[in-house]
């Protein structure tokens, strides 16, 4: 095990993406890190909203057009080895706003996320449970602590 | 150059915030323009958030439209869900049980409670204050589990459904009993943090004339909610609507119109809440909480406006066999954008998030307009 990799493992810093969601999952989500009663804090899980200080990017909401150059721009911001978390229906397939018409895809989304950016973990529900994204956030840790 | 003035340079620059910034949870770009550090001119650009969900509606059937319009926000969604279905009930002439119109006000002033705290928190946030901020998190957890218990989900709970409420948020007695227990500990909590806040000299002092909006501004603004409130004009479309004739509580306002009024105005607020969940559990009438012998037709261009955890609200659609048409929602946070630049100006360039925050912004909410760049 490298310094890095055992210096990442006691401090594990989340940064938050909002790309155009309804604010329900990014609520949730920073109540999750923050809020005393789930408090992922006391693991060592801290949020951060600085790309080259973070180690897991979590993204919320369908990409919108106008989001998808920030997203990229903040993906390559972030030092190897980095895990990205998809969280919520619309980051994992749109929600409702991607497929508005049956099959008709809607002119002002970029996403899901998966097209955009590699997704290592996905957290399913609408909104998140914060229950949910600790254990998103558990799945993708070993990425992060056995990359060489 | 004048003789009488001292011969100084003037340091002209402009500060992009933006779009993801760390102060902001949501994404949205602002531009400052200083002077010297002190803010001469302010832009606040939306447009990021644009889903189109006005365009998604056009054409849907309208009990799907109601609850797609509670993916609008994640915050006051059951305000969105509500005064759609009001529109739809207005439209087809739909008599309301009045048991669902209580529930409907529980849910409703529940999430006003969870959103004024979020604000709070964000404030204090802001402030620099984490220790108040985390408090009232936790404080707000309380709510998001009486709104689990109720709908089944914490944040999207889709309570009102076309002529009453959805029968999964029927309350029985174990959940009116965890309902008045969870208003008393909402109050204990509350007053101790509110004794403790109202009482900082090191916070008042820190937001007293700061992001200052005359009433004359605001008005002029077309401000609405809390944000004019805290100028001093005693608004509440809650006085006007007939949901909430029954119940009894009093329209906060103060007279500073700064961050402090504005902070004070929320704090004033949660009790009122409290008291009309109060009586709600204590007149909550029996009988049916849906109504289900209406009939569809087709309907002109209906309105609706509501008083929400931000200001007014407003839903408007006509119906076409059964489908939504020509269907227009405003926001209150596009009404107060203009107040938010307005707080921003002449005043030091730290304080401006303050500024902006202290107006409650949401700006998923707002972006409803696009620019059409052909036709």
């Keep these: 095990m490298s310094l890095k990799s ?3 493992g006691r401090a594990v810093h989340v940064m938050l993406v909002y790309t155009g969601g309804c604010n329900g999952c990014d609520i949730e989500i920073v109540n999750c890190i923050l809020s005393p009663k789930f408090d992922a804090e006391q693991y060592k899980v801290f949020l951060t909203w600085n790309p080259r200080e973070a180690d897991v990017l979590v993204v919320t909401g369908p990409v919108t057009k106008y989001n998808e150059g920030p997203l990229r721009e903040i993906y390559q911001a972030i030092p190897e080895p980095k895990a990205v978390v998809a969280a919520g229906a619309c980051a994992l397939m749109g929600g409702v706003y991607k497929n508005c018409h049956g099959d008709i895809p809607s002119e002002e989304i970029a996403g899901p996320v998966d097209q955009i950016i590699p997704v290592d973990a996905k957290v399913p529900g609408c909104a998140v449970r914060p229950q ?9 840790l070993p990425l992060l602590l056995n990359a060489e | 150059m004048d003789d009488n003035k001292p011969n100084q340079t003037v340091i002209e620059a402009e500060v992009p915030m933006g779009t993801v910034h760390p102060a902001a949870l949501e994404p949205y770009r602002v531009r400052l323009f200083v002077e010297d550090e002190i803010v001469r001119d302010a832009e606040i650009t939306v447009g990021v ?3 189109g969900v006005e365009r998604i509606m056009e054409g849907l059937p309208v009990e799907k439209a109601n609850s797609l319009t509670e993916k609008i926000c994640g915050i006051c969604s059951n305000s969105h869900i509500w005064n759609s279905c009001l529109v739809g009930e207005k439209a087809l002439d739909i008599e309301v049980p009045e048991r669902a119109q209580y529930i409907r006000i529980i849910m409703e002033e529940l999430e006003r409670l969870h959103s004024h705290c979020l604000y709070l928190a964000h404030g204090n946030e802001v402030l620099g204050h984490g220790t108040f901020s985390m408090r009232l998190f936790y404080i707000r957890e309380t709510v998001m589990d009486l709104l689990g218990m109720i709908g089944g989900n914490r944040v999207q709970y889709g309570a009102s459904i076309l002529g009453g409420v959805r029968p999964r948020c029927e309350l029985d007695d174990n959940r009116i009993q965890q309902l008045k227990d969870g208003m008393d500990l909402m109050e204990e909590r509350l007053t101790a943090f509110a004794d403790r806040f109202v009482s900082d000299p090191m916070i008042m002092s820190r937001i007293t004339n700061v992001g200052v909006i005359s009433q004359e501004d605001a008005i002029r603004l077309a401000c609405t909610g809390p944000t004019l409130r805290a100028t001093g004009v005693k608004k509440d479309l809650r006085t006007e609507m007939k949901e909430y004739e029954p119940f009894d509580f009093e329209v906060i306002t103060q007279d500073g119109g700064d961050v402090k009024s504005q902070l004070l105005v929320r704090v004033f607020e ?17 009988g ?3 109504n289900r012998s209406w009939e569809m ?6 309105k609706s406006y509501i008083e929400v955890p931000r200001g007014t609200l407003y839903h408007s659609y006509a119906l076409e066999d059964g489908r939504v048409r020509h269907c227009v929602i405003r926001t209150p946070s596009m009404a107060n954008i203009g107040a938010m630049q307005h707080a921003c100006i002449g005043h030091h360039i730290t304080d401006a998030q303050l ?5 409650d912004p949401c700006f998923t909410c707002t972006d409803r307009a696009i620019q059409i760049i052909k036709i």
């Design chain 2, 297 to 302: 037709k087709d309907t002109p261009l209906t």
């Design chain 2, 49 to 51: 958030n644009h889903r």
């Design chain 2, 355 to 359: 500024s902006i925050v202290q107006c």
């Design chain 1, 6 to 8: 055992y210096s990442r």
């Design chain 1, 132 to 140: 949910d994204i600790v254990a998103g956030l558990v799945s993708a």
């Design chain 2, 288 to 290: 049916p909480i849906t």
């Design chain 2, 270 to 286: 949660i009790p009122e809440s409290i008291k009309i969940i109060r009586q709600a559990i204590r007149d909550l009438p029996e």
